[in-house]
């Protein structure tokens, strides 16, 4: 049986990326390991034991470009109206609440919020699949 463990993007500022995720989603450093050309950042949740890995490449001056390929993160809150309200008062942008309704039920209540490095997230409020 496989476990989905981690999640890695590339950031270019260490500080202000684990700052973003600490103040956004309460994830808080599980491990740091520094090598010669680049440093590895674990975060997260003291709920959940999946993390997310930043790699911070020494000496890289130009922000990354997050491309076509990459779609979003997503995570989970009991209240997103409450979460986004949240975010919001610590200086954070989150994006307008949205909600998808499938056969006229409720799929999915959610906005997104972007990290310092152009990482779009969703925030999806926990009913149905999303749990």
Known sequence: MT???HS??????EARSVTFYRTAFGLEIADRFA????TLV??????????????INHGR??????????????????????ERT???ATGLTPEPV??????????????????PDGYRIEVLERHGRYR
């Open 42 to 55: 674990y975060l997260r949740s003291p709920e959940d034991d999946f993390e997310l890995e930043l790699t």
């Open 3 to 5: 476990k989905p463990i």
């Open 61 to 82: 001056a130009e922000p990354y470009a997050p491309g076509d390929g990459y779609g979003h993160i997503a995570f989970v809150v009991a209240d997103v109206a409450a």
């Open 35 to 38: 090598f010669e050309g680049f």
């Open 8 to 13: 890695m993007i590339r950031v270019l500022d």
């Open 86 to 88: 949240r975010m919001a």
């Open 98 to 115: 949205k909600e998808f309704h499938r056969e006229g039920a409720l799929m999915a209540r959610f906005f997104f919020i972007t990290d």
